[in-house]
């Protein structure tokens, strides 16, 4: 059984400053203004940012007020570390079998 990973959600999770939201978002809900202190990164950056992880459903908002708050979906983190656990498994088995192989 072939195991499959989803690449544009690995894509969305590759870039520094996303992946810097999700580690962040993974320890507490946090509004714009606060990612905005904790990354150093513009407002207007930050949004095109959170823009992406909402479409890509890594995260959730909770508007309160006049703030928006983030939320990490941990079950989309457990579905990509899934799939690369997955991988990994495929990758030990086919390099064990490689290994009796050679040396019968």
């Known amino acids: ?3 499959s990973v989803d690449t ?27 990612l905005v202190e904790e990354t150093g ?7 095109n940012h959170l823009k992406v992880l909402r ?18 979906r941990p079950e989309v983190i457990e579905a990509v570390a899934g799939s690369l656990s997955a991988l990994a498994a495929a990758a030990r088995a086919t390099a064990a079998a490689d290994k ?3 040396c019968s």
Not at 29 to 34: A, D
Not at 41 to 47: D, I
Not at 57 to 62: A, F, G, K, N, Q
Request: glycine share 2%; hydrophobic share 40%; charged share 25%.
């Open 8 to 34: 544009d959600l690995i894509r969305v999770l590759a870039d520094p400053l996303r992946l810097q939201i999700v580690t962040l978002l993974a320890h507490e809900t946090l509004c714009t203004t606060h």
């Open 55 to 72: 479409e890509a459903r890594v995260v959730d908002t909770e508007p309160c007020g006049r703030f928006t708050y983030y939320k990490l």
């Open 1 to 3: 059984m072939l195991t």
């Open 41 to 47: 990164a513009r407002q207007t950056n930050l949004s």
């Open 100 to 102: 009796k192989r050679a």
